[in-house]
């Protein structure tokens, strides 16, 4: 059997997203909390999601999800759409330094400004749901 690890830096850390996404949430063990180094998160010009931008200094908060299976990996990267790919990049843990592949933006995304997971859970979490989430792929950003 065949397990992934990912990084969750945006929507996907709300317990909400991955069970819509999903049909069923994590179990708490095999989510940790990790960081990344060296990137900033930061809205998608014209969109309620995130996505990351290299940022020397900076650090992106979020979670490692382990024992993925392939069935999940498929649904996580079909939410994801078109304009994400998975990259191996090196996380750290309270256990050290972990690879782990993170949903990296294509050239076509913009960054605006820096995205605030509490700030979008507690006041756009809802809208993100009813304008940008879809289960074939996040909505594309706005013109």
């Not at 998608?44 to 940022?55: D, F, M, N, T, W």
Request: one cysteine or more; proline letters at 4%; a negative charge.
């Amino acid at each position: 059997m065949c397990e992934f690890t990912l990084f969750f830096y945006g929507t996907l850390r709300a317990a909400e997203i991955r069970s819509a996404v999903l049909g069923y949430d994590l179990p708490t063990g095999q989510l940790t909390d990790a960081v990344l180094e060296n990137y900033q998160v930061r809205r998608v010009e014209g969109a309620l999601y995130p996505l990351l931008v290299p940022a020397a200094g900076e650090k992106a908060v979020g979670l490692l999800a382990t024992s993925l299976d392939r069935l999940a990996i498929q649904m996580l990267d079909q939410f994801e759409g078109n304009h994400y790919n998975r990259s191996a990049l090196q996380v750290y843990t309270a256990a050290g330094f972990v690879e782990a592949d993170v949903y990296l933006p294509d050239d076509t995304l913009l960054a605006a400004e820096s995205w605030d997971f509490d700030r979008w859970y507690k006041h756009d979490m809802t809208a993100f749901l009813q304008q940008d989430f879809r289960q074939e792929g996040v909505r594309p950003p706005s013109d």
